[in-house]
C-alpha cells in the first residue's frame, strides 16, 4: 500500500488537506508514524500525483530496501545539532598534534616558494591569471611538465590573504587545514541525514548509518596526507564544496526555491576552483537524485542543471587562463610512471601493462581504505613496478572491481544506498586513477580523500543492517578508535620534510623521488657540517640514496645532481664533472646545473694543475669552465697561474687582469696581477700593484 506525505502551510488541519503541498510518497510499513498525516491513495490517483511532484521538484514514488530488523535507535542518536558538534570537536582533536608541525613537502608550491603567494595581497592576479604551478617554477613552460596543467587558484587566494597578515608562520595555516577537515566532517553528516531522509521512512537506522559514515571518515588514517600536509587545503576545499553542492540540490528539490539552486551552482563552481577533482559531482548530484528521491534520469539532470553551470563556467575559465592546453604525455618518469627502458631509450607501456598496472593501483587503494598500513607520502616509481595480467594481485583486483560494478548496477534498478555508495566511489576514484587521464604518478593517499566518502558510507550502511543499534554503533566505535590512533601516530611523521622522508623511505624503498630526497636533504646538511668527521659520512649516506634513485631511474636529473655534489666534496671531481654533464644535457637550458658543471671543472682543473702537475689536463679543464661562466673570476686567476707556469707571460698577464677587472676588490686578483707583471720585466708596475694589494689587505703579505 502506498501512503502520501502532505505538509500544510500556516494552521491548516487535516480536514483541508487540499490545501497540503504533497511532499514525498512512500511505502509504509503498516502502523508507521512520522510528523506527517498519511492518507491512502486510490490506484488511479497514483499516476497523477507522481507527474505533479516531478513538476514541481518534489520527491516521487521510490522503492527503498526491506525494513531493518533493528529496534529503534534512542533519542540520543537522532540529535544532529549534538553530533555535529562532536564530530567537529572530535576532528580536531584528532589532528591538533599537527599544529605545531612546519611547511612539509608540497607547501613550497603553494607557500614558502610560491612567489605569488608570498606577495601577499598583490600576488593574488598572477595566481587567478596563471597555471597553478607557475607561481613555484617561475618560468614559462615548467608549469606543464605535469600533464594536464592546473588550474586550483582558489586556496592559493586564501594563502596568499593569510600570508599578508601572519608571513611564514606555519601555525595559522594548519589551523586552518584542520578546522576545514572538521567542517567537512560535519558538513557530511548533514548532507548524509537529507540524502537518506527517504531511505529513513523506512528505517529508523538512517541517522545512524549517517552518523556512522562521519566518524569512519573522520577517523580513517589515509587523511592524514590531506590534513597534515597544507597543500592537502584543495582536496578539502573541492570535498567541502561538493557536498555542499549535494545538501543545496536536494534542499532545492524538496522545497522548489530557485535560490537553493542558483548557491548550488555558485558553491560548486568554487569547488571547482580549488581542484578538478570536484567534476565528478556532475554525476554524483544527479544518481543520489535518483537513489534517494526518487526521480527519473531526465528529471535529476534537470534538478541538478545548476550544477553543470557552474562547472561549465570554471571549464572556460580553466581554457581561457591555460590557452586550452591539456598537455601531452611527458617522457620522464617522475611525470608519467607508465614508461619502461627498452634498450638504451625509454618508451610508454603497452595497453595491457598500464592497465595491469592500473588494476594493480586500484586494488591498491582499496586495501589501504580496509587497511591503512602501512602509509607513505610516495608511491612514485617504481613503488609499483610493472604488471601485467599475469600477477595474481592484478586478477585479484579485477575481479574485485569486477564484483563492485556488477553490485552497483544490480542495486541500480532497486535505488539500495549501498549501490549508491559503490557508485560514489567508483565515479569518484574514475578520475584519479590514469584512465580517465593521466595524473603523473601511479597513486597518492591524498586522492582516496572524496572516494574514501562512498567507502565509509558502505561500511556503515552495512553495519545499520546488524541485529541490534548497540552492535552497530559498537563496531563503529572499535573501528573509529583503530583508526584514530593510527592517525594520532601517523600525524607526528609530517612535522618535518627530513622526518617524512627518512620514515616513508622505509615503506616506499623502490620509489626513485624519496630515495633522491633523503639524499638530497643529507647533501645539504653534509654542505653546513664542520665536523670533517660527519661531514664525510653524511656525504656517503647522501652518496648511497642518489645511487639508489639512479638504479631505479637512471636519468634522474636531480639525482644526478645530488651524486655530483657528493663527488665533489668528496674530492671525485671526474666523477661529479662526469654527473653534471649528464644532467646538462638532459637540461640544456638549466643555469643552475650549468654553473655546477663549471664550478666542477675549474675544479677538477685546479686539481691537476696543482696536485698532479699536468698542466695540460689542467688547462683543458680550466677553459671549458670559462667557455661554460666566464664571469668567473677564480677561474681567470687559475688560468692565469697556469699560463704563467708555463711561461706565456703575455696569456697570464690577460687573465690576471680578467681576475682582477671581475673582481676590483680582492685584494689578492691584484697582488697576482703584481707577481705576473714583476717577473714579466715591469718590476715598478709589479711593486706598485702588490703595495695596493696590502694596502687593501694588510693580513695578505703574512698570508704570501
Same mark, same amino acid.
Request: hydrophobic fraction near 45%; charge should be positive; include cysteine.
Given at each position: 500500500?502506498?501512503?502520501?506525505?502532505?505538509?500544510?502551510?500556516?494552521?491548516?488541519?487535516?480536514?483541508?488537506? !487540499?490545501?497540503?503541498?504533497? %511532499?514525498?510518497?512512500?511505502?509504509?510499513?503498516?502502523?508507521?508514524?512520522?510528523?506527517?498525516?498519511?492518507?491512502?491513495?486510490?490506484?488511479?490517483?497514483?499516476?497523477?500525483?507522481?507527474?505533479?511532484?516531478?513538476?514541481?521538484?518534489?520527491?516521487?514514488?521510490?522503492?527503498?530496501?526491506?525494513?531493518?530488523?533493528?529496534?529503534?535507535?534512542?533519542?540520543?542518536?537522532?540529535?544532529?545539532?549534538?553530533?555535529?558538534?562532536?564530530?567537529?570537536?572530535?576532528?580536531?582533536?584528532?589532528?591538533?598534534?599537527?599544529?605545531?608541525?612546519?611547511?612539509?613537502?608540497?607547501?613550497?608550491?603553494?607557500?614558502?616558494?610560491?612567489?605569488?603567494?608570498?606577495?601577499?595581497?598583490?600576488?593574488?592576479?598572477?595566481?587567478?591569471?596563471?597555471?597553478?604551478? +607557475?607561481?613555484?617554477?617561475?618560468?614559462?613552460?615548467?608549469?606543464?611538465?605535469?600533464?594536464?596543467?592546473?588550474?586550483?587558484?582558489?586556496?592559493?587566494?586564501?594563502?596568499?590573504?593569510?600570508?599578508?597578515?601572519?608571513?611564514?608562520?606555519?601555525?595559522?595555516?594548519?589551523?586552518?587545514?584542520?578546522?576545514?577537515?572538521?567542517?567537512?566532517?560535519?558538513?557530511?553528516?548533514?548532507?548524509?541525514?537529507?540524502?537518506?531522509?527517504?531511505?529513513?521512512?523506512?528505517?529508523?537506522?538512517?541517522?545512524?548509518?549517517? !552518523?556512522?559514515?562521519?566518524?569512519? +571518515?573522520?577517523?580513517?588514517? /589515509?587523511?592524514?596526507?590531506?590534513?597534515? #600536509?597544507?597543500?592537502?587545503?584543495d582536496e578539502i576545499v573541492a570535498l567541502l564544496g561538493s557536498l555542499g553542492t549535494l545538501w543545496l540540490v536536494f534542499r532545492y528539490a524538496d522545497t522548489g526555491r530557485v535560490l537553493w539552486a542558483m548557491l548550488a551552482g555558485a558553491v560548486f563552481f568554487l569547488a571547482c576552483l580549488s581542484k578538478e577533482n570536484a567534476v565528478t559531482f556532475t554525476v554524483v548530484i544527479p544518481l543520489a537524485?535518483?537513489?534517494?528521491?526518487?526521480?527519473?534520469?531526465?528529471?535529476?539532470w534537470r534538478v541538478a542543471l545548476s550544477v553543470w553551470i557552474g562547472f561549465a563556467v570554471f571549464f572556460v575559465l580553466r581554457g581561457a587562463i591555460l590557452n586550452w592546453k591539456f598537455g601531452g604525455t611527458p617522457l620522464d618518469l617522475m611525470n608519467n610512471p607508465f614508461l619502461k627502458i627498452e634498450g638504451d631509450r625509454w618508451v610508454v607501456f603497452s595497453p595491457a601493462e598500464k592497465m595491469?598496472?592500473?588494476?594493480?593501483?586500484?586494488?591498491?587503494?582499496?586495501?589501504?581504505?580496509?587497511?591503512?598500513?602501512?602509509?607513505?607520502?610516495?608511491?612514485?616509481?617504481?613503488?609499483?613496478?610493472?604488471?601485467?595480467?599475469?600477477?595474481?594481485?592484478?586478477?585479484?583486483?579485477?575481479?574485485?572491481?569486477?564484483?563492485?560494478?556488477?553490485?552497483?548496477?544490480?542495486?541500480?534498478?532497486?535505488?539500495?544506498?549501498?549501490?549508491?555508495?559503490?557508485?560514489?566511489? %567508483?565515479?569518484?576514484?574514475? /578520475?584519479?586513477?590514469?584512465?580517465?587521464?593521466?595524473?603523473?604518478?601511479?597513486?597518492?593517499?591524498?586522492?582516496?580523500?572524496?572516494?574514501?566518502?562512498?567507502?565509509?558510507?558502505?561500511?556503515?550502511?552495512?553495519?545499520?543492517?546488524?541485529?541490534?543499534?548497540?552492535?552497530?554503533?559498537?563496531?563503529?566505535?572499535?573501528?573509529?578508535?583503530?583508526?584514530?590512533?593510527?592517525?594520532?601516530?601517523?600525524?607526528?611523521?609530517?612535522?618535518?620534510?627530513?622526518?617524512?622522508?627518512?620514515?616513508?623511505?622505509?615503506?616506499?624503498?623502490?620509489?626513485?623521488? /624519496?630515495?633522491?630526497?633523503?639524499?638530497?636533504?643529507?647533501?645539504?646538511?653534509?654542505?653546513?657540517?664542520?665536523?670533517s668527521v660527519r661531514r664525510q659520512e653524511l656525504l656517503r649516506q647522501s652518496l648511497e640514496y642518489a645511487e639508489r634513485a639512479l638504479r631505479i631511474y637512471p636519468n634522474y636529473k636531480d639525482a644526478l645532481i645530488t651524486r655530483a655534489g657528493c663527488r665533489f666534496y668528496q674530492q671525485d671531481f671526474e666523477g661529479a664533472v662526469s654527473d653534471y654533464r649528464l644532467a646538462a644535457e638532459m637540461?640544456?637550458?638549466?643555469?643552475?646545473?650549468?654553473?655546477?658543471?663549471?664550478?666542477?671543472?675549474?675544479?677538477?682543473?685546479?686539481?691537476?694543475?696543482?696536485?698532479?702537475?699536468?698542466?695540460?689536463?689542467?688547462?683543458?679543464?680550466?677553459?671549458?669552465?670559462?667557455?661554460? #661562466?666566464?664571469?668567473?673570476?677564480?677561474?681567470?686567476?687559475?688560468?692565469?697561474?697556469?699560463?704563467?707556469?708555463?711561461?706565456?707571460?703575455?696569456?697570464?698577464?690577460?687573465? +690576471?687582469?680578467?681576475?682582477?677587472?671581475?673582481?676590483?676588490?680582492?685584494?689578492?686578483? %691584484?697582488?697576482?696581477?703584481?707577481?705576473?707583471?714583476?717577473?714579466?720585466?715591469?718590476?715598478?708596475?709589479?711593486?706598485?700593484?702588490?703595495?695596493?694589494?696590502?694596502?687593501?689587505?694588510?693580513?695578505?703579505?703574512?698570508?704570501?
Amino acid at each position: 500500500m502506498a501512503y502520501i506525505f502532505l505538509h500544510c502551510k500556516g494552521r491548516a488541519r487535516l480536514r483541508s488537506w !487540499w490545501r497540503c503541498r504533497v %511532499l514525498c510518497i512512500l511505502p509504509m510499513a503498516a502502523g508507521a508514524q512520522g510528523p506527517f498525516a498519511c492518507f491512502t491513495l486510490a490506484p488511479k490517483m497514483k499516476k497523477t500525483v507522481r507527474k505533479s511532484t516531478l513538476r514541481s521538484g518534489a520527491v516521487s514514488i521510490t522503492k527503498p530496501a526491506p525494513a531493518s530488523p533493528q529496534a529503534p535507535v534512542p533519542d540520543f542518536l537522532r540529535n544532529t545539532t549534538l553530533h555535529s558538534a562532536l564530530l567537529f570537536v572530535f576532528a580536531v582533536l584528532l589532528y591538533a598534534n599537527t599544529l605545531t608541525h612546519g611547511f612539509v613537502q608540497d607547501d613550497a608550491i603553494v607557500i614558502t616558494d610560491n612567489m605569488f603567494t608570498q606577495q601577499g595581497i598583490r600576488g593574488i592576479p598572477g595566481i587567478l591569471s596563471k597555471d597553478t604551478f +607557475f607561481g613555484f617554477f617561475k618560468v614559462e613552460g615548467k608549469e606543464t611538465l605535469v600533464s594536464g596543467g592546473r588550474y586550483r587558484p582558489l586556496t592559493l587566494v586564501v594563502f596568499a590573504l593569510m600570508y599578508e597578515v601572519f608571513g611564514s608562520n606555519p601555525l595559522p595555516y594548519h589551523l586552518l587545514t584542520v578546522l576545514l577537515f572538521a567542517a567537512t566532517c560535519v558538513l557530511l553528516y548533514r548532507a548524509l541525514l537529507v540524502l537518506l531522509r527517504g531511505w529513513q521512512a523506512a528505517h529508523a537506522q538512517a541517522a545512524l548509518a549517517a !552518523w556512522m559514515s562521519a566518524l569512519l +571518515f573522520a577517523s580513517h588514517p /589515509i587523511h592524514t596526507e590531506v590534513v597534515a #600536509n597544507i597543500k592537502g587545503c584543495d582536496e578539502i576545499v573541492a570535498l567541502l564544496g561538493s557536498l555542499g553542492t549535494l545538501w543545496l540540490v536536494f534542499r532545492y528539490a524538496d522545497t522548489g526555491r530557485v535560490l537553493w539552486a542558483m548557491l548550488a551552482g555558485a558553491v560548486f563552481f568554487l569547488a571547482c576552483l580549488s581542484k578538478e577533482n570536484a567534476v565528478t559531482f556532475t554525476v554524483v548530484i544527479p544518481l543520489a537524485l535518483w537513489y534517494f528521491r526518487g526521480y527519473k534520469i531526465g528529471t535529476a539532470w534537470r534538478v541538478a542543471l545548476s550544477v553543470w553551470i557552474g562547472f561549465a563556467v570554471f571549464f572556460v575559465l580553466r581554457g581561457a587562463i591555460l590557452n586550452w592546453k591539456f598537455g601531452g604525455t611527458p617522457l620522464d618518469l617522475m611525470n608519467n610512471p607508465f614508461l619502461k627502458i627498452e634498450g638504451d631509450r625509454w618508451v610508454v607501456f603497452s595497453p595491457a601493462e598500464k592497465m595491469a598496472t592500473i588494476l594493480f593501483t586500484l586494488g591498491k587503494y582499496v586495501q589501504l581504505l580496509v587497511w591503512p598500513h602501512p602509509l607513505t607520502h610516495d608511491y612514485y616509481p617504481r613503488f609499483i613496478g610493472i604488471k601485467t595480467f599475469s600477477d595474481g594481485a592484478v586478477l585479484a583486483s579485477g575481479l574485485l572491481y569486477a564484483g563492485m560494478l556488477w553490485l552497483a548496477v544490480r542495486g541500480l534498478k532497486r535505488r539500495e544506498p549501498v549501490s549508491f555508495g559503490i557508485w560514489f566511489y %567508483l565515479l569518484t576514484i574514475s /578520475i584519479v586513477s590514469n584512465i580517465v587521464f593521466p595524473i603523473g604518478t601511479n597513486m597518492g593517499e591524498r586522492f582516496a580523500f572524496m572516494p574514501s566518502v562512498g567507502f565509509c558510507l558502505v561500511v556503515a550502511l552495512l553495519l545499520a543492517r546488524l541485529p541490534s543499534w548497540k552492535t552497530s554503533v559498537g563496531v563503529a566505535l572499535g573501528i573509529a578508535a583503530l583508526f584514530s590512533v593510527k592517525t594520532i601516530l601517523r600525524n607526528p611523521v609530517w612535522v618535518s620534510n627530513e622526518r617524512l622522508f627518512f620514515t616513508d623511505a622505509n615503506t616506499s624503498v623502490n620509489s626513485a623521488k /624519496i630515495n633522491n630526497a633523503c639524499g638530497g636533504l643529507l647533501f645539504e646538511k653534509a654542505q653546513v657540517e664542520k665536523d670533517s668527521v660527519r661531514r664525510q659520512e653524511l656525504l656517503r649516506q647522501s652518496l648511497e640514496y642518489a645511487e639508489r634513485a639512479l638504479r631505479i631511474y637512471p636519468n634522474y636529473k636531480d639525482a644526478l645532481i645530488t651524486r655530483a655534489g657528493c663527488r665533489f666534496y668528496q674530492q671525485d671531481f671526474e666523477g661529479a664533472v662526469s654527473d653534471y654533464r649528464l644532467a646538462a644535457e638532459m637540461a640544456p637550458d638549466d643555469k643552475n646545473v650549468r654553473t655546477n658543471l663549471a664550478v666542477a671543472l675549474r675544479e677538477t682543473g685546479k686539481y691537476y694543475g696543482e696536485k698532479r702537475g699536468d698542466l695540460a689536463r689542467a688547462l683543458q679543464y680550466l677553459r671549458e669552465s670559462q667557455q661554460l #661562466n666566464s664571469n668567473d673570476p677564480e677561474t681567470a686567476r687559475l688560468l692565469g697561474v697556469a699560463y704563467g707556469i708555463q711561461g706565456q707571460t703575455q696569456e697570464a698577464l690577460r687573465w +690576471f687582469q680578467k681576475a682582477v677587472d671581475m673582481a676590483p676588490n680582492n685584494a689578492s686578483y %691584484l697582488f697576482d696581477l703584481g707577481t705576473a707583471y714583476y717577473l714579466a720585466g715591469d718590476r715598478g708596475r709589479g711593486e706598485a700593484l702588490r703595495k695596493r694589494a696590502v694596502e687593501m689587505d694588510p693580513e695578505l703579505a703574512k698570508k704570501r
